[in-house]
């Protein structure tokens, strides 16, 4: 039995399109390049000495203003410029459960990568429960995604610290790369002080890989980077710092329940998702208790 996924739902649409027309603007493909020493630049896409990378072309400015209009489309509050340069490139959408989150950030992947070129993409997750949830929906929605995008070759990965070299094939690869990852196996660098064995492997040198730490292979591709549940992934300094430790073009950050609202593009809250029929009821928790029966009685005559 196969399932059959709707790509014509409106509101996952918009949700969608909040994210993709933020690169409005950025070239698919450009014809003039340049060289130096070290780095070869074609539109969207960088090429290093460790593999082919994401390329943004657009400056802050343009990004702001594609954000103002996304905002007043979805009627969201603005952001103003100094809070956007404060937030740097991060992207909230807020979606509430059971509504198609995860279809949603996976499908804008083919769109940008269909869009501008965008290639290397990474899903940070809090748990390894999480994780596996994630690899099941790119295995089911894969068919449906090919068909989509005119058979697209794309590849995909839980990342393994056994199996780290596989990151080398995420850099050099022209194909889209998407690898899934929880925070722990990345959350922990002590590469600069001398508790540097207690490193995650992703920071260690390694021989398979010429010496190189796994990490460089990552930070080399300039990753668009995913987050799904960031209250639960980046909550603390240290994973907020592994999350840089990625170099991400961008992250877009997806959650019923974000703590942080950064650069929002898209909210679909409980009212409104009870209002498109797409949860059967709301139910709002007392704060009341429900027994008394040992409260004082009084009665008057």
Known sequence: MKLKFDSSQQYQLQAIAGLVDLFDGQPLNKVDFTITETMELIGSQVQTELGI???????????????????DKNELDFTPLKAFHDNGMNFTVEMETGTGKTYVYLRTIFELSSKYGFKKFIIVVPSVAIREGSLKNIQITEDHFKALYNNIEFEYFVYDSRKANRLRQFATSNQIQVMIINIDAFRKDFSESEDDKKSNVIYKESDKLSGRKPIEFVQATQPIVIIDEPQSVDNTPKAQEAIKTLNPLCIFRFSATHRNLYNQVYKLDPVKAYELRLVKQIVVASVMGANSNNDAYVKLF
């Open 53 to 71: 990378g994401n390329q943004l072309l657009l400056d802050e400015e343009i990004i702001h203003k594609n954000l103002h209009k996304i905002q």
